[in-house]
């Protein structure tokens, strides 16, 4: 294992400490994913600002948050799981979305469901999806719009997810009650 240094803002590299303190001031603390990620305040800063824009964008936050568990769950990230299990809750996702996209079972509402569906399509093919899955998607209610917004949140969580993967970056105090394992690993152990 690479060894990753979780930052403060006396130990950042130049640029990362004033990331660092946007993050504090945003989040009331430092999330261990920030303070490696300020390893690199270009990756840091990146990231915060997809974030920023991924929440400006067309999706509703119910429909934000199925887009970032799915990711995080296909991803099998150890970190983003419960941390995004904490922000749905705070966003106040309802607890039957939140337990099938950690558990990956079929969502009750079919939209949601469509929107989980073609969010996974996107991350396994790379984005060379068909046109009738693109159809299939659009016919579910979203629009050409979203489907680039789905791009966008994908764009945040590859880089969050990755660098979770290489860095195990330990998960936050505040998360710790949302730990998660992937069903594979379970069924390995």
């Known amino acids: 294992m690479t060894d990753f240094q979780l930052h403060t803002k006396e130990t950042a590299p130049e640029g990362g400490a004033e990331l660092l303190e ?21 990756h840091l800063e990146a990231y915060q600002k997809l974030h920023e ?48 996209l950690r558990d990956n079972t079929p969502l009750a509402d079919p939209r949601l469901d469509s929107l989980r569906d073609f969010t996974l399509k996107v991350v396994r093919q790379r984005g060379n999806v068909s046109d009738a899955d693109v159809q299939t998607f659009l016919d579910a209610g979203f629009t050409k719009r979203n489907v680039l917004d789905i791009i966008l949140g994908l764009a945040q969580k590859v880089m969050s997810n990755y660098v979770n993967h290489l860095a195990e970056t330990p998960v ?18």
């Not at 946007?22 to 270009?42: C, D, N, T, W």
């Not at 429909?63 to 419960?82: D, G, M, R």
């Open 172 to 189: 936050d105090k505040v998360f710790e009650k949302f730990a998660w394992t992937p069903p594979a690993r379970e069924a390995a152990e």
């Open 22 to 42: 946007r993050s504090e001031k945003a989040f009331g603390r430092i999330p261990g994913l920030h303070a490696v990620m300020s390893e690199s305040p270009q």
């Open 53 to 100: 824009l991924f929440q400006q964008t067309s999706l509703s936050t119910v429909e934000q948050n199925v887009v970032w568990l799915t990711i995080n769950v296909e991803h099998e990230c150890h970190y983003c799981v419960p941390a995004h299990t904490g922000i749905a809750h705070m966003q106040k996702v309802p607890q039957d979305v939140i337990d099938a």
